[in-house]
Each structure stands twice: as structure tokens, then as C-alpha cells.
């Protein structure tokens, strides 16, 4: 078996039928577009792809497990009584 390198990539796409190649190319161009759309904004405006909102969302998950959050009680609490 041929180790996988550009060359052997590039011969392997040459040899392609014209509608297999261009489903491989619309398959590799909508995989880096899902990759780089902006699917979300921070609270200060800045862009976030899918991945990183993703992390983010990861990110809260674990801080609530690890018990750094407030209750809805507690916030409304907070501004009704104060």
C-alpha cells in the first residue's frame, strides 16, 4: 500500500471521472465553508465559527458542573430586591 501524500492524492483525483471529481471538490468546498461560517456573535460583537461555539457552550457546560454559576432565582433576586 502507497503512503498517502499530495502526489499520490493528486494522481488518485486526476484519474477521476468529471462527476466524481466534482463531487469531491463541492463535498471539500461545503466541508471548509461549515468550517469557517459564523454561526453566532459574543456579547462584545465578535464572530464565532461553529467550532467556537461550540467550545464555548462546552465551556459553560463544565463551569455549572463545577458549581461557578447563579441560579435564575438568585439573578432575578438580585435585581428585583436590590
Known amino acids: 500500500m502507497e503512503h498517502l501524500n499530495a502526489d499520490n492524492i493528486y494522481r488518485e483525483i486526476v484519474l477521476l471521472s468529471d462527476t ?3 463531487k469531491l471538490y463541492n463535498r471539500m468546498q ?5 468550517a469557517t461560517e459564523i454561526v453566532a456573535y459574543t456579547s462584545a460583537g465578535d464572530a ?3 467550532e467556537q461555539y461550540k467550545q464555548r457552550i462546552n465551556a459553560g457546560i ?3 458542573k463545577r458549581g461557578e454559576s447563579i441560579s435564575l432565582s438568585e439573578i432575578y433576586c438580585t435585581f428585583v430586591f436590590s
Do not use: A, I, M, V
Not at 461545503?30 to 461549515?34: A, M
Open 20 to 22: 466524481d471529481r466534482d
Open 30 to 34: 461545503n466541508d471548509f465553508y461549515k
Open 48 to 50: 464565532l465559527t461553529r
Open 62 to 64: 463544565e463551569q455549572c
